[in-house]
């Protein structure tokens, strides 16, 4: 139980274009997604905390212009990264807040995104 | 500015020995605690989770949790090779679902 899956697992894009990062709670209700990025040997950055319906609350310093978050569905999160330049290559994880105990964090798989 | 505190190492144990995993968090009003697993290149995987003082067993893994002293703590009995990786500690410090995360020990067992 509580799988998440990201896709895609590997993206490589041209600097300028977008890029599109879904994130689903495979077998369970999500009410609250998180996504993180992570620069290689460094830690898990939080960018936001996207809760359904609503709009998401992203930490300081992350362009919400940039990083464009919608939480449609209790199963479903998306990451847009906008005019994305060489500097935005890194690895993208997002988690699902489950249930039970209600601050447990699953994580999908990641996504690795290479701007060149 | 709430933390999460644990030391990078490398912590270096041989197989078969018990590995010990520390953190100290800021926020004395924190209730729950996570341990991940981090393998290079992969996302992060939850090993177990403690709100109480005293003792969390699962299988190998042993949580302990001492919020008097702010301190959290992650046993790994017979430590195999497959067990090298990064342990992430995540603190629930009651900003709704959010988790702090400390920045991760690394540990390598070695045969």
């Known amino acids: 139980g509580a799988v998440v899956s990201q896709h895609p697992s590997w993206v490589i894009c041209k600097s300028g274009t977008s890029v599109k990062i879904e994130c689903r709670s495979l077998?369970?209700?999500?009410?609250?997604m998180f996504w993180y990025r992570q620069f290689p040997k460094q830690s898990l950055m939080l960018m936001a905390t996207?809760?359904?319906?609503?709009?998401?609350?992203?930490e300081q310093g992350v362009e919400k212009d940039k990083f464009l978050i919608n939480h449609a569905s209790l199963t479903l999160s998306t990451l847009t990264v906008t005019s994305a330049h060489p500097e935005d290559s890194s690895f993208y994880i997002c988690s699902a807040s489950t249930g039970y105990p209600q601050e447990t964090q699953y994580f999908g798989p990641g996504t690795r995104l290479l701007v060149l | 500015q709430k933390e999460v505190e644990q030391n990078s190492g490398p912590l270096s144990v041989p197989e078969g020995a018990i590995a010990s995993l520390n953190c100290t968090y800021s926020d004395r009003g924190s209730q729950s605690f996570f341990w991940y697993r981090q393998y290079s290149g992969k996302s992060p995987e939850l090993i177990m989770f403690?709100?109480?003082?005293g003792d969390k067993e699962d299988g190998r893994f042993t949580a302990q949790l001492n919020k008097a002293s702010q301190y959290v703590s992650l046993l790994i009995r017979d430590s195999q090779p497959s067990d090298s990786a990064t342990y992430l500690c995540?603190?629930?410090?009651?900003?709704?679902?959010?988790?702090?995360f400390g920045g991760g020990t690394r540990l390598m067992v070695k045969p």
């Open positions: 995540a603190v629930n410090m009651g900003a709704g679902n959010m988790l702090t």
């Open positions: 996207s809760n359904e319906g609503s709009k998401a609350t992203y």
């Open positions: 077998d369970f209700q999500a009410t609250t």
């Open positions: 403690i709100y109480s003082n």
